[in-house]
Every structure is written in structure tokens, then in C-alpha cells.
């Protein structure tokens, strides 16, 4: 049994890995700002007898990070696998978006992914845990409409794989998960796909995601 903390995971693939993990017998440590749909989720592990804990925590504050680490301590919670899932998008011309669109993109999908691993190193060194950044096509090929996107995705590829050579001889390793759209509530606040529900589940998603993993460097679900 492993300890997997996965952020962002109160809906969409972040939930859906978690229920199919505490299903294959982990714990799960779940992490977002809604303490509602965190609880939603605990609820329907918990249903299965499995363990699931929740932590609310914005992965876009140094200082939450912070206490999340502490209180996981005080708690005496060791993270074997640290999922980095939690992102959002914001979408059309360049000229269209809005400046606090563009720091909100940024901030949660670069500056979060970023904190969250500096928060956790420590612990994972200390197991020879692991890291997955949940990526996404958009951090492989330019998309119209989705620049901003597309490069905080760029970013977190290359933070990815610039952690596998500084952490070489470390015993963590780093994956980098890359795959196409999913029906989930990302698509809520944009018209820029037109019927989100012909997109495949995230459940189908979670499923492939965890079926490919043998802890390699990249998977790759769609190209
Ligand atoms: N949907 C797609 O088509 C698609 C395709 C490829 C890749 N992806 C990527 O897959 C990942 C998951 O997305 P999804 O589709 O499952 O979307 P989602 O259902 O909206 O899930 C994203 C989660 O992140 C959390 N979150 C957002 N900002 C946060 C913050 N500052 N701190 C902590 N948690 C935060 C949200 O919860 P709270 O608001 O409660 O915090 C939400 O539950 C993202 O990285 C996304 O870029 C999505």
C-alpha cells in the first residue's frame, strides 16, 4: 500500500485517480480549495472501505503548502507518490484574455506545480517517492486559442524534465503524463469547446493513466 497525495483532486481526473487507487488498496490524501467536493469524494472512498483524507489547501500559496506539510506531519503521513493535478485554463485570442486570467494560469497551473514539488521534496527523499505532473497534449504541440494554456504546460514539461536530472541519484523520479480533453468541470467557465460531453471521461482517463504507469519517465495517453 502506497500514500498518494493528488491536488486538485475534489473533481474531474483528480478524483477519478483517487477512487481507482484507493480501489487498487492505497491511501489516498486528497488536496483543493473546496472543502465540499474534497469531502464528496473522501465520502465515496470511504463507502468502499478504503482510506481517504482531505487537506484544503491553495496550491498557489507558499504558505498553505506550508501548513499542509506540517499538519501531514503532525498527522504522521508519509507520501509515497505526489500527483500534481490541480490546474485550470482560460481560453481565446491573446488579445481577448484578460491579464488575471493570464497570472491565474500561470500562477496555479506553473508557479502551483512548482511549490507544491519544492514543498514536498523533503518528504519524498526521505522514501524514495515519486512525482506526477499531470500534463496534458497542450505541453506537446501549439494550439489555437489556448497560448497562455499551452505554455504553462510547455513550462511544466520542462520543469519535469530538468527534475530528472537534478534528481539523479536522489531515489525520486519524476513522470510526466500527457494526454488529450476530458468531459470534466475545466471546460465549465469556457465556450471553447463547443460539447465538452463528446470528450471522453476522466474515469476512462484515471483508468488508462493508472494501467500505463510502471513508474517510466513519460506516459503518453494521447499524442
Ligand atoms: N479536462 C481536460 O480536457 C484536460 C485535458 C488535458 C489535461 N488536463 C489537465 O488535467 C488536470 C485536471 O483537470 P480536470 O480536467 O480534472 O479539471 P477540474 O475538474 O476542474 O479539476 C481541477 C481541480 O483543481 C483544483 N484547483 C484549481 N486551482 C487550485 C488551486 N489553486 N489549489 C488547489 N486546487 C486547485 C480545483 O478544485 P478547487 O477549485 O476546489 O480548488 C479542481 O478540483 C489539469 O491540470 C488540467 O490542465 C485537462
Not at 84 to 95: D, M, Q, R, V, W
Not at 120 to 128: C, D, S
Amino acid at each position: 500500500m502506497k500514500t498518494i497525495l493528488i491536488t486538485g483532486a475534489g473533481s474531474g481526473l483528480g478524483a477519478e485517480l483517487a477512487k481507482r487507487w484507493a480501489k487498487e488498496g492505497h491511501r489516498m490524501v486528497i488536496v483543493g480549495r473546496t472543502k465540499e467536493k474534497l469531502t464528496s469524494v473522501c465520502q465515496h472512498i470511504e463507502k468502499e472501505n478504503a482510506t481517504c483524507l482531505s487537506y484544503q489547501c491553495d496550491i498557489t500559496n507558499p504558505d498553505d503548502l506550508a501548513q499542509l506539510t506540517k499538519k501531514l506531519k503532525e498527522d504522521d503521513l508519509n507520501i509515497d507518490l505526489l500527483v500534481n493535478n490541480a490546474g485550470i485554463g482560460t481560453f481565446g485570442s491573446l488579445e481577448e484574455l484578460t491579464i488575471s486570467d493570464i497570472h491565474h494560469v500561470i500562477d496555479t497551473n506553473v508557479k502551483g506545480t512548482i511549490f507544491t514539488t519544492q514543498a514536498f521534496l523533503p518528504i519524498l527523499k526521505e522514501r524514495n517517492g515519486r512525482i506526477m505532473n499531470i500534463i496534458s497534449t497542450a505541453g506537446l504541440k501549439g494550439k489555437k486559442h489556448e497560448t497562455v494554456y499551452v505554455a504553462s504546460k510547455y513550462a511544466v514539461r520542462g520543469f519535469t524534465e530538468s527534475l530528472w536530472k537534478e534528481l539523479e541519484g536522489t531515489g525520486v523520479n519524476a513522470t510526466a503524463v500527457y494526454m488529450g480533453g476530458m468531459d470534466t468541470p475545466f471546460w465549465s467557465h469556457s465556450n471553447h469547446i463547443s460539447d465538452p460531453t463528446r470528450l471522453k471521461s476522466a474515469s476512462e482517463k484515471a483508468r488508462q493513466i493508472i494501467e500505463e504507469d510502471k513508474g517510466q519517465k513519460e506516459i503518453f495517453i494521447d499524442r
